[in-house]
């Protein structure tokens, strides 16, 4: 059974709860416009998540952030699968309550699930049923509650993935850092495809260019343009892995009109060509 809140502004989703009882919905390559939260409570299979494979069994927590690639691949599935909008709860925004963004979203480095036991996961579905039960309830301060539902949804998650991942409280300790970081991930994030430049980011952020490279040095021990090369790398290394998509469609979705500017951008930051990299590495079979 589904239960569904739309955003009566846009006509978007806007929060979405539902059961599965078979991997019909994540069988094909998954770009998600919301958060996506998969509770698989009964099955196994292989996760293809970004450019990594992972076996999962029950009682795991899938976390993806919007526009994440994903697919599964399980004979048998069962649980319960939780969408929703950033214009509904948006994890940046909401960073100092929650602080799941980095820890269960957009962390490239780390799988994005995190096994639980069955009495956590009796929690979580607890927490669902009490969200399903609200969703029904067109009352006063609906979304509110909703929202907090939510937020105890993903701070208990946190909690968990910290515990069983402690790298991630380096990340977790972020809120620490200057609030120009947060915002500079953010903005790297949201422009990488059409900025390429540091002096691009320095603008965005009303911030010298030599003040911004002094941060990034101090904190990432990194320049910027080596932040906003990874990120261009990794989502190229998405592509190549998860899609049959030509290196020229790939070079020009992140915003270079030269092919082979890319492909001599791509081997420099990646030690291999596109090319080289997807019959090594990646896979084109997923959309075959």
Same mark, same amino acid.
């Given at each position: 059974?589904?239960?569904?809140?739309?955003?009566?502004?846009?006509?978007?989703?806007a $929060?979405?709860?539902?059961? $599965?009882?078979?991997?019909?919905?994540?069988?094909?390559?998954?770009?998600?416009?919301?958060?996506?939260?998969?509770?698989?409570?009964?099955?196994?299979?292989?996760?293809?998540?970004d450019?990594?494979d992972?076996?999962f069994?029950k009682n795991?927590?899938m976390? $993806?952030?919007?526009?994440?690639p994903?697919?599964?691949?399980?004979?048998?599935?069962?649980?319960?699968?939780? /969408?929703?909008?950033?214009?509904f709860?948006?994890? /940046?925004?909401h960073?100092?309550?929650?602080a799941?963004n980095?820890?269960?979203?957009?962390?490239?480095?780390?799988p994005?699930?995190?096994?639980?036991s069955?009495?956590?996961?009796?929690?979580?579905?607890?927490?669902?049923?009490q969200?399903?039960?609200?969703?029904?309830?067109a009352s006063?301060a609906?979304y509110?509650?909703?929202?907090?539902h939510?937020? =105890?949804f993903?701070?208990?998650a946190s909690?968990?993935?910290?515990?069983?991942n402690?790298?991630t409280?380096? #990340?977790?300790a972020?809120s620490?850092?200057?609030?120009?970081?947060?915002?500079?991930?953010? @903005?790297i994030?949201? /422009?990488?495809k059409?900025?390429h430049? @540091?002096?691009?980011? @320095?603008?965005?952020?009303?911030i010298s260019a030599?003040?911004?490279?002094?941060?990034?040095?101090?904190?990432?021990?990194? #320049?910027l343009?080596?932040?906003?090369?990874?990120?261009?790398?990794i989502?190229?290394?998405?592509?190549?892995?998860?899609?049959?998509?030509? %290196?020229?469609? =790939?070079?020009?979705?992140l915003?270079?009109?030269?092919?082979y500017?890319?492909?001599?951008? $791509?081997? %420099?930051?990646a030690?291999?060509?596109?090319?080289i990299?997807?019959?090594?590495?990646?896979?084109?079979? @997923?959309?075959?």
């Open positions: 059974m589904s239960y569904t809140l739309i955003n009566p502004q846009n006509g978007h989703l $929060f979405k709860i539902f059961s $599965f009882e078979n991997n019909n919905h994540f069988d094909h390559i998954q770009r998600l416009g919301y958060y996506s939260m998969i509770l698989v409570l009964e099955g196994h299979g292989k996760l293809k998540a450019f990594s992972y076996n069994h795991t927590l976390c $993806f952030s919007p526009y994440q994903f697919m599964m691949d399980s004979n048998i599935l069962e649980g319960i699968c939780l /969408h929703f909008h950033p214009d709860f948006c994890i /940046h925004k960073h100092q309550e929650v799941c980095g820890v269960l979203f957009n962390n490239i480095y780390n994005p699930f995190i096994q639980i069955s009495q956590q996961s009796s929690y979580f579905i607890s927490l669902i049923e969200m399903k039960e609200e969703m029904q309830n006063i609906q509110e509650l909703l929202i907090s939510l937020k =105890i993903l701070i208990k909690r968990i993935k910290i515990e069983q402690p790298e409280k380096n #990340t977790f972020e620490e850092q200057p609030f120009i970081l947060q915002n500079l991930k953010d @903005a994030e949201t /422009h990488f059409t900025k430049s @540091a002096s691009e980011y @320095a603008d965005l952020l009303n030599k003040s911004l490279a002094k941060i990034c040095k101090n904190y990432f021990n990194k #320049t343009t080596d932040l906003i090369s990874e990120r261009i790398v989502e190229a290394k998405r592509e190549l892995y998860m899609t049959s998509k030509t %290196v020229k469609e =790939i070079a020009y979705e915003g270079y009109q030269d092919e500017y890319f492909s001599r951008f $791509f081997k %420099v930051n030690d291999v060509s596109p090319q990299y997807r019959e090594t590495v990646g896979f084109a079979k @997923a959309e075959a």
